[in-house]
């Protein structure tokens, strides 16, 4: 993939031994199994809080051309039928002044229940259970790889158009959420995304914009591996 602005790299593995989510989550990732690929490449103009929203919004768009009904969920997830199929972690380093991004996005691809901790059962999902199919890495890589760098460089120059994208994607919006953030749990309604990529949750009482937390929309996915 050509960086958004500036030098880039793409490195995919076959198996990861200490594959993570945000925090200190770890992510199952069986070897052979998944697609697990980090790309890294100048910020530029991009705003910090639409990176991880924007390869989400890529990954759903890749799957649903290929007939699988994938959605967003705030802030880094990719569902299937309500079960966590992928997940992005974003995460921006300063070295030598400059600001690079390295995005790391994990899709479980070939997996049968059993290939998942018991906890995650009916939670995580993969193509193959959805689809009753094997898929190729290589080629999957290469087609979201065009998705990301398409979304990549519209985020650059449209911010705007870039998260009317990705809220098109969700299809959770006035629905009631419950959030657990650092300064603790609330619960509201899901009203948009703003400028900066957080979510904008009605209380009842007020407006609350969620820079992270974790989310759950009326099934328990907020703690499978989330990514960020």
């Known amino acids: 993939m050509r960086a958004p602005e500036g030098p880039g790299a793409t490195v995919t593995a076959d198996y990861q031994w200490a594959g993570r989510g945000r925090g200190s989550r770890r992510w199952h990732s069986a070897r052979g199994m998944g697609l697990w690929l980090s790309c890294s490449f100048l910020l530029g103009g991009c705003h910090p809080g639409h990176l991880a929203l924007v390869a989400g919004a890529a990954v759903a768009e890749c799957l649903r051309r290929r007939g ?54 009916g939670r995580a999902t993969s193509l193959k259970m959805e689809t009753g199919r094997w898929w190729d890495p290589h080629q999957l890589a290469g087609q979201l790889l065009r998705h990301l760098e398409q979304w990549l460089l519209r985020a650059r120059r449209e911010p705007g158009e870039a998260l009317r ?64």
């Open 165 to 228: 994208w990705w809220k098109g994607l969700c299809p959770w919006w006035g629905q009631t959420i419950r959030a657990h953030t650092p300064l603790g749990a609330l619960t509201g309604r899901a009203v948009d995304v703003d400028a900066e990529g957080r979510l904008v949750v009605d209380t009842g009482s007020g407006m609350v914009a969620l820079s992270s937390g974790e989310v759950s929309i009326g099934y328990p996915c907020d703690e499978v591996g989330d990514w960020r």
């Open 68 to 121: 699988v009904p994938a959605a967003v969920k705030w802030p880094n997830d990719v569902l299937v039928n309500g079960k966590k199929l992928a997940g992005v972690l974003g995460e921006v380093i300063r070295p030598g002044g400059k600001q690079w991004v390295v995005l790391g996005i994990g899709v479980n691809l070939n997996q049968v229940r059993d290939d998942f901790p018991a906890e995650l059962w």
